[in-house]
């Protein structure tokens, strides 16, 4: 298994936009892309560290050709707006 871990500043007043666009993308990352799912942990007021898995790095590098089109830039484009910073942390293995 194949985990990303990533970092989201929030900006203020745009928390429920950004969760909600999460939401989307995450869903649809796991409907089309063979993801084995993310959770989004809050580390502070606008802090968001969510970890995505997969089952391996082969299939995240692969990721992103199968996504609807519309839909996966319209949550994009939302999540972006609703963001000062966003950034992977890391990239790991699971052992």
Known sequence: ?????????????????????????TNLIYKYEGSLGSRLHKQNEYQYIPYAQWPDESTFKASGENLPKQEADTARSLMRAACEKIEILQELDVV
């Open 1 to 25: 298994m194949y985990i990303i871990l990533y970092s989201f500043q929030v900006k203020p007043k745009q928390e429920h936009s950004f969760i909600a666009a999460w939401k989307d993308l």
